[in-house]
């Protein structure tokens, strides 16, 4: 024998306002882990001659350019970051590459040792000639 009628639950009532909200928070958490990692796998590294450039969670990815001698630093740094210490510099370097370092941990320490990157005539002379 079949029914004469036969109700159902609307699925309206699964997005209540409670559920819009936890939805709309767990979203952006998802986005913010997801930033946290991939900055906490992005790297410089300084070397004599070069710098490599680290970054990438799932792929990992690597670029290296040449780094002899440094020209200027120009640091900024927010309220925030001067709270939290991350700051942003860009880096003058002789050459065709300037580069820009955002959101970096400790960037006046950063500062200093790029400051004394600034390699002696004769340094220069070597690399030129070689």
Known sequence: M???YV?????????????VLFFWLIIPAFIIVFRIIALKSERFEF????????YGVLNKNEDRKP?????GVNFKQSLLGSIFNYGDLIVD?????????DGIKDPRALKTFLET???????FQNIVHN
């Open 93 to 101: 370097a002789t050459g065709k590459w300037d580069f820009a370092l």
């Open 2 to 4: 079949n029914p004469n």
């Open 117 to 123: 990157r600034g390699a002696r005539e004769s340094d």
């Open 7 to 19: 109700a159902q639950k609307s699925i309206v009532k699964a997005f209540t306002p409670l559920c």
């Open 67 to 71: 780094f002899f001698r440094v020209n």
């Open 47 to 54: 070397y004599d001659d070069h710098v490599i450039h680290k």
